[in-house]
């Protein structure tokens, strides 16, 4: 193929017109900035969401039916602590708040609910305001306070507001929670979790909300999907003032040590900073959302940008050394690595798409917001930065431009350049016994991460309960925010949940008023499930048949007419379904009901209790089953169910995208070096070092106990893209140098000059991307440990073991080790189909 006329092409540019070719990425530059103005940012669990039955359920339930823990909507929950919630100030205290909250028309207060309001009608029936239930209480006795408790001591719609230490004996209970519903257009359910961040209309209410309660005194804490979505929002701000600027020093440091020069460090930084800023205008422009993985694309952009710069002027510099011109010396670095940047890039650029194979949303947006970054980081480094180059050197000709060292890394003779002989030095003596050591070494941490684990929770967009004391002793504006979300989730599975361990609901779409209904209802439960908790054969659960028995239990009305209505016996109706629900609905027992059954009577939900010691996927499986029971239109869902069928998702997605990523940069690689150097067979070699890496990139998450999860769901096929960099520039340099010389000089010179840029680029990288250890996200901190791995496995991968595998490729193809490649015939054919090898000697055609 001929590509050297667009090289020629590009190099005429870069070197006769560096000027225009400054002005012109400077432009697009400024077109880009504009787009920042319009980034948006997404956080939570709800974007991974998006489209998955078990959570469209949910939303369904969260709509239709009335929750005390509804998170979604317009749902803010009263968190009420003390020693005892149930004596009379502590009633009076969450009682004054629902008022008060009810009385600022800026709240948009529908109604409030709480156990203080149900001791308060039992004290009183027509106590139907809340300053009407405040009176009733002011006016009881302590007596009477205890005695309206303890009625309500089996009505699921009060003891599912009070903390499990609650005692009907002593009417005492540690903590309850009120809710409060608000008119909030598109305030939008919570489905899996929380969902967008930022300040939302809930967010802004549910913070006033806390400044009203406040007032009122007492512990009472507002809490609710705005107060967690605000945090999941904040979270990124915090990571990203504590991450960058670790990041920036880190990369500074290792940039002088890289390139030794002021005018070379301002320029190789400036041009990170313009693809950083590409890409985000990118991100405004064509309103793809910020998420938390996003805080991932910044410093895998420097990876690369880091990368390409060293390479770019390191390459320069040997040029000069050698004694060219400042035209002739960019003119044949540009030419050698243009190709390299292209190869790097396009392989890059497979493995960053290979992630729009996930059903994930978030997933997908990563992998292409990556990929059209490393794109731009290829035009910025492979053309704006050798014309800025070319510019400030014939500057510095003219004027005082203070230019320091100039010595490429791993020069000969240096102590850098002899450190990275060792691959050298092996390939020479046992290249074939090296590389199966390696293979076989590679296979045995592939195996042994066979069962990496897969996890997602809600936990991993929010940061920890208590911030380590070194980032809170951070000056303004790189403090953390005080966060308190977690704490509170905790509080809510510790106070709230009960001992089975957590639920599972089943959400059921059918006409509420056939017959049969209810009877189908009470028979899915039986022999139920081992994860599900059962006494006598009868799975432990909530629904309106559970509403119905209760309520007949409390009225004797109620309970004949249930009796009337029942053929079998077994306290459930049969028949006049209809007319049961309008009793229900026309009781106290009304509300209780709603959370069961839709106002049209189309749906209900049934909550299984499930057992402590389940895991998500047995929950789930057996909730499924459970489904199955029903006559069609059913779906097992909840958080857990959600929460797994996002994991089961994230699974999928990491071998799928490895599966793509590998095959396709295979692909490429072979296609690539057949079109432009006529040896299809390098691109198989390329890749060895790559396979190394990834195996030995998973096996490391086994070791560390380091879950696939929405972060790290990326990074075998980002190992794949980020790695094959190292690789590329080793065997292109390679090719490149062993035209014009034998097998070991010409990998020694690689080795020397590109493993000297390859050296700089690890260092600055590996620490530019390992800090984001110190994100307050914990997974953000795993992926950034794992990926500063995977750049320090392809490193060592392609300087220690590509060389022996070279010099095998070499044997095979090339016959001669001490004749260099320019003198051999490498068209397809001959050398790559199994022919005979033609090398010259002396101008005449000799058989190999």
């Known amino acids: 193929m001929d590509y050297q006329r667009f090289i020629d092409w590009t190099d005429e540019r870069i070197v006769e017109s560096s000027g225009k070719v400054i002005i012109a990425f400077l432009l697009v530059t400024s077109m880009f900035a504009v787009g920042l103005g319009n980034v948006s940012t997404e956080a939570g669990t709800q974007q991974f969401a998006a489209d998955i039955p078990a959570n469209n359920a949910l939303e369904d339930i969260n709509q239709e039916f009335g929750s005390s823990f509804s998170e979604g909507g317009g749902s803010t929950q009263l968190i009420q602590r003390g020693d005892n919630v149930l004596a009379r100030e502590q009633l009076l205290n969450m009682l004054r708040a629902q008022e008060r909250l009810q009385e600022k028309e800026d709240l948009r207060v529908e109604s409030t609910s709480s156990a203080a309001s149900l001791v308060a009608r039992t004290i009183d029936p027509s106590a139907t305001t809340l300053e009407a239930q405040i009176r009733a209480v002011e006016g009881a006795t302590r007596t009477e306070i205890r005695s309206a408790v303890r009625t309500n001591a089996d009505n699921p719609g009060f003891t599912g507001t009070v903390s499990n230490d609650f005692n009907a004996k002593s009417a005492s209970a540690s903590a309850t929670?009120?809710?409060?519903?608000?008119?909030?257009p598109d305030a939008g359910g919570s489905g899996g979790?929380?969902?967008?961040?930022?300040?939302?209309?809930?967010?802004d209410i549910q913070q006033r909300s806390q400044r009203v309660v406040d007032t009122v005194g007492g512990d009472i804490t507002v809490f609710g999907?705005?107060?967690?979505?605000?945090?999941?929002?904040?979270?990124?701000?915090?990571?990203?003032?504590?991450v960058t600027p670790a990041a920036v020093i880190f990369i500074i440091f290792f940039l002088v040590v890289a390139y030794r020069d002021l005018m070379d460090l301002l320029l190789g930084s400036f041009a990170l900073l313009m693809a950083i800023i590409w890409t985000f205008g990118f991100l405004g422009i064509a309103g793809i959302p910020f998420s938390q993985m996003m805080i991932a694309v910044p410093p895998l952009l420097l990876a690369v940008g880091i990368d390409f710069g060293i390479h770019a002027i390191n390459r320069y510099r040997e040029d000069r050394a050698d004694g060219l011109g400042i035209e002739e010396a960019m003119t044949k670095a540009t030419d050698q690595l243009l190709v390299a940047f292209f190869i790097v890039t396009g392989t890059t650029v497979i493995g960053f798409l290979s992630n729009l194979a996930s059903d994930l949303a978030p997933i997908q947006d990563f992998g292409v917001v990556a990929a059209v970054g490393i794109i731009f980081t290829f035009l910025i480094f492979g053309v704006f930065l050798p014309a800025a180059k070319v510019w400030l050197d014939r500057r510095a000709e003219k004027y005082p431009i203070p230019v320091f060292s100039q010595s490429p890394l791993g020069a000969e003779g240096s102590r850098l350049g002899e450190v990275l002989r060792g691959g050298v030095v092996i390939s020479k003596y046992a290249p074939a016994l090296f590389l199966v050591l390696a293979l076989v070494a590679s296979a045995g941490a592939g195996y042994y991460a066979t069962d990496i684990d897969t996890s997602f929770t809600q936990e991993d967009f929010l940061p920890p309960e208590e911030v380590p004391a070194f980032l809170q002793s951070l000056p303004e504006p790189f403090a953390p925010s005080e966060y308190t979300v977690v704490g509170q989730l905790n509080f809510l599975e510790d106070k709230f949940e009960t001992t089975q361990g957590g639920s599972v609901t089943i959400y059921y779409e059918t006409r509420m008023e056939r017959d049969t209904v209810l009877e189908e209802i009470h028979r899915a439960g039986q022999d139920p499930p081992e994860s599900f908790v059962s006494e006598n054969r009868q799975a432990d659960a909530q629904s309106i048949v559970t509403v119905v028995q209760s309520q007949a239990e409390r009225d004797p009305e109620f309970r004949r007419l249930v009796a009337r209505n029942d053929i079998d016996g077994n306290g459930i109706p049969d028949d006049n379904l209809g007319e049961i629900y309008d009793y229900l609905l026309n009781s106290p027992a009304e509300d209780q009901a709603l959370n069961y059954l839709s106002e049209d009577r189309r749906s209900t939900r049934v909550v299984y209790s499930v057992t402590a010691d389940a895991s998500q996927s047995e929950v789930t499986n057996d909730g499924r089953m459970v489904a199955d029971r029903f006559r069609g239109g059913a779906v097992a869902t909840g958080g857990t169910v959600v929460f797994q069928a996002i994991s089961d998702l994230i699974f999928e997605s990491a071998l799928t995208s490895l599966a793509i990523a590998l095959g396709a940069t295979v692909v490429f690689l072979v296609l690539i070096y057949w079109l432009l150097e006529g040896l299809p067979s390098l691109g198989v070699v390329n890749t060895?070092?790559?396979a190394i890496a990834v195996a030995f990139v998973a096996g490391t998450m086994k070791y560390l106990g380091i879950s696939f999860n929405a972060f790290t769901a990326t990074i075998l096929s980002l190992t794949i893209g980020l790695g094959i960099d190292y690789s590329v520039h080793v065997v292109h340099r390679f090719v490149d140098e062993r035209r014009e010389h034998d097998l070991f000089t010409a990998l020694d010179r690689t080795v020397r000059g590109?493993?000297?840029?390859?050296?700089?680029?690890?260092?600055?990288?590996?620490?530019?991307?390992?800090?984001?250890v110190l994100a307050l996200l914990s997974v953000l901190g795993q992926f950034g440990v794992l990926t500063a791995l995977s750049i320090v496995y392809s490193f060592l991968a392609s300087l220690v073991v590509l060389p022996s595998a070279l010099v095998i490729w070499d044997r095979l193809v090339n016959g001669d080790p001490d004749v260099p490649m320019g003198d051999v015939d490498t068209s397809p054919g001959p050398s790559e189909a199994g022919g005979q090898t033609v090398v010259t000697d002396g101008g005449e055609p000799t058989d190999e």
Request: proline share 3%; charged share 5%; net charge negative.
């Open 177 to 184: 929670i009120g809710v409060v519903s608000h008119n909030v």
């Open 193 to 203: 979790g929380a969902g967008q961040s930022g300040s939302s209309p809930l967010t």
């Open 225 to 242: 999907s705005g107060i967690i979505s605000a945090e999941f929002g904040s979270v990124i701000t915090d990571s990203l003032l504590i």
């Open 688 to 690: 060895v070092p790559i």
């Open 754 to 772: 590109t493993g000297g840029a390859l050296a700089g680029s690890m260092l600055t990288t590996t620490f530019g991307i390992g800090v984001l």
